[in-house]
């Protein structure tokens, strides 16, 4: 049950997340597992305070909710289930929705040359999905060496490969966007 809140963002967030923002009671247990917090800009315990809060301008711009791997750690950890993992998702969707500037557009560049690739041929074509990211990005010079390591040890094909299932794949992305839109 989603308890009552003071700001919009609460009553939001815990909404759509289908969590209880207001249970956390700040233990930081979420942050002491969380793999990618040396890079973060706001830690995970943080995100839910400023949500508390009401600081969403600040959230919506942060570089966390896209360095954040989605690997659910601090949503198994927390001992007032409240739901980290899926708030992170709530709140890159909040912030793609804005128009705003990105806290770190890269990630979100990477994400949907990924979801492309994997759209159009249900499996990633590397070369197709680095071409895109990088035209997005224009970081063309950036990881050169490591992608003539990469083609030396046969990761990056130059022809795509085939797999059956691509209708059932199209299918799923049908439903996902249904699920989002409808
Ligand atoms: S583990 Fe849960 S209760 Fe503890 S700080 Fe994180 S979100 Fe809050
Ligand atoms: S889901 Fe995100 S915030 Fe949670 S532990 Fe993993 S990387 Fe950290």
Redesign the pocket.
Known sequence: MVAETNHPLDALVSKIGKTDVLACYQCKK??A?????PD?DIL?HQ?IRMIQFGMKERLLNSK?IW?????????A?CPNDVD??KV?DVLRQMAINSGEPLGDSRVPFFHSAFLSSIRKRGRIYELEMIAKYKLKTREFKKDIKLGIMMFLRGKLKLVSSKIKGKKEIKDIFSQAKKGVTG
Do not use: Y
């Not at 360095?67 to 949503?75: F, K, P, R, V």
């Open positions: 979420c942050s597992g969380c793999p990618v917090t973060m995970p995100v966390t360095l954040c791997a989605s690997c659910e750690t601090c949503t950890r980290l993992a992170m």
